[in-house]
């Protein structure tokens, strides 16, 4: 067979590793005789699973002790609408920082709780889409709380910096740039993320939240998407994803082998640079994103000629390239380089692109 590199979004590729242990242990876990789906979340088995896994992401991500982390059900959308149920207080409104399709995502879903105070900071730098460098966002007094998106998983659009607003409570939407590189936690009050891109199977959720801002929840705010009810409870106040849990975990233990954060992000800088050097050194290709808000994480790319984009996606599945399409609101091909895609997939890509641009150009 040949090799094959999945490009997806997400749920996207798992690291090898990973997958050959869970297929080595499924049907006889921990000597149980049973697989790890099939035994209590109460169990001793599990919690140390759970126990385990969550000191790994505080030792990955160097997480302060006063910030609690939760394994969560119901995605990144999910928490759109909590975490204005959660953070508003008697507050009605909240800064939004709209830079593309996710973070305007969760403005639709937070006008069903507060009036955001939405702040768009699209622009264009010559022809390239760009967004405002953080000391341009102009923040109201009022607002509970700051919402961003610092990797827009369409768009293709970063937002590198870190934040540094005073005692403002900043929330982001990791997901699809969690792990990717060391941040520092403590610059914000909830960073949170859905799995299924860099961190495991769909249907967990992480959200890494800061002690004093649990207990403000709405009443009417469902149990369990209040996050002080899920600290309280380890986050089993209902039975968790637990085999999304558990392969996450192991993921985790797989990213502390590589070499932790630090790691990944020279991994990932060198893989999103080949891509998008390929891309910038030829007439065939373009990407319509400013160099300083380029995501290292997902890379939207467009023929010059579109009439060729239906040819480009059956011959790269062919060639063991999977799942290149783009985004429908953005068209065009996106190829998602998260931490489980190594360097020779990229550089399989980068081959084909180069090879396919020689016989059509
Ligand atoms: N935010 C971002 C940045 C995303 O990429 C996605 C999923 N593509 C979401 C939110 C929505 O996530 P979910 O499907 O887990 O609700």
Redesign the pocket.
């Known amino acids: 067979m040949t090799q094959v590199y999945n490009f997806s ?2 749920p996207a590729m798992i690291p090898a590793e990973v997958l050959r242990r869970a297929e080595q242990e499924l049907c006889n876990w921990h000597g149980l005789g049973t697989s790890v789906m099939e035994i209590s979340h109460r169990s001793k088995e599990f919690i140390q699973v759970a126990e385990e896994s969550e000191k790994d992401i505080r030792d990955l991500m160097n997480i302060p002790s006063n910030y609690k982390v939760l394994f969560c059900h ?7 609408a909590a975490i204005p149920m959660n953070l508003l207080g008697d507050k009605a409104t909240a800064d939004y920082i709209d830079g593309g399709y ?1 973070a305007h ?2 403005v639709k879903e937070a006008q069903k709780y507060c009036t955001p105070n939405v702040i768009d900071i699209t622009t264009t730098q010559g022809d390239k889409r760009a967004l405002l460098p953080m000391s341009q966002w102009t923040l109201s007094k009022d607002a509970a709380y700051v919402h961003y ?1 610092p ?4 768009d293709g659009l970063a937002i590198d910096e870190m934040p540094d607003f005073g005692d403002k409570v900043i929330v982001a ?1 990791y ?2 740039t969690i792990l990717s590189r060391p941040i520092d936690v403590s610059r914000f009050g909830i960073v949170y993320a ?1 799995a ?2 860099n961190i495991g199977p ?1 249907g967990l ?1 992480l959200v890494i939240v800061r002690d004093d801002l649990l207990g403000k929840a709405r009443k009417e705010l469902p149990s369990i998407l209040d996050y002080k009810v899920l600290a309280d409870n380890d986050s089993m106040f209902n039975t968790p994803p637990t085999f999304a849990w558990y392969l996450s975990g192991m993921v985790f233990k797989w990213l502390k082998e590589q070499g932790g954060l630090q790691e990944m992000e020279k991994r990932n800088q060198a893989k999103a640079e080949l891509l998008y050097h390929t891309i910038d050194s030829s007439n065939f290709y373009r990407n319509q994103v400013a160099d300083a808000n380029r995501s290292r994480m997902n890379v939207p790319f467009q023929l010059a000629d579109s009439a060729l984009d239906a040819l480009f996606l059956k011959e790269s599945v062919d060639a063991g390239l999977h799942a290149l399409k783009g985004h429908r609101v953005v068209g065009g091909m996106r190829a998602s380089i998260y931490n489980a895609m190594p360097l020779a997939g990229v550089q399989a890509l980068t081959s084909f692109m180069t090879d396919f641009e020689k016989r059509h150009a």
Request: proline content about 0%.
């Open positions: 979004s997400g119901g995605g990144a959308r999910a928490q759109f996710w995502s969760a998106c990797n827009e998983t369409i939407d997901s699809s859905g299924q891109k769909a959720t």
